[in-house]
C-alpha cells in the first residue's frame, strides 16, 4: 500500500518560480495564472464572446434552438 505524505508549508515554497499555489487539507492546490498574458487571453475572450452576444441578440445558438423534453429525466440523468 502506497503512504501518502501531507505537503508542508515548505513543500508550498518549493512551487516553480511564477506557480501560485494554496496548501489545503495537507495537499499544493495549484491556481490559475494571472498577470499580463492570461489577462490579455482573458480579455480577448471575453471581447469575443461580447461580439458573439451582440450578432445574435444576447442569445447562443443553443439556448434559440433548445427544447424542453416532452417527458421529464429520469433522476439523476
Known amino acids: 500500500m502506497k ?3 501531507r ?4 513543500d508550498l ?3 516553480p518560480e511564477n506557480g501560485k499555489a494554496e496548501l489545503v487539507g495537507g495537499e499544493i492546490v ?3 495564472p494571472t498577470g499580463g498574458l492570461p489577462g490579455r487571453a482573458s480579455a480577448a475572450i471575453y471581447a ?3 461580439r ?3 450578432t445574435t441578440g444576447g442569445r447562443s ?3 434559440a434552438t433548445w427544447r424542453r423534453p416532452s ?3 429520469p433522476a439523476g440523468g
Do not use: F, N, Q
Not at 7 to 10: E, L
Open 30 to 32: 495549484r491556481l490559475s
Open 13 to 15: 515554497y518549493r512551487v
Open 61 to 63: 445558438t443553443v439556448e
Open 3 to 5: 503512504t501518502v505524505s
Open 71 to 73: 417527458r421529464p429525466c
Open 7 to 10: 505537503a508542508t508549508i515548505d
Open 48 to 50: 469575443s464572446l461580447g
Open 52 to 54: 458573439h452576444e451582440k
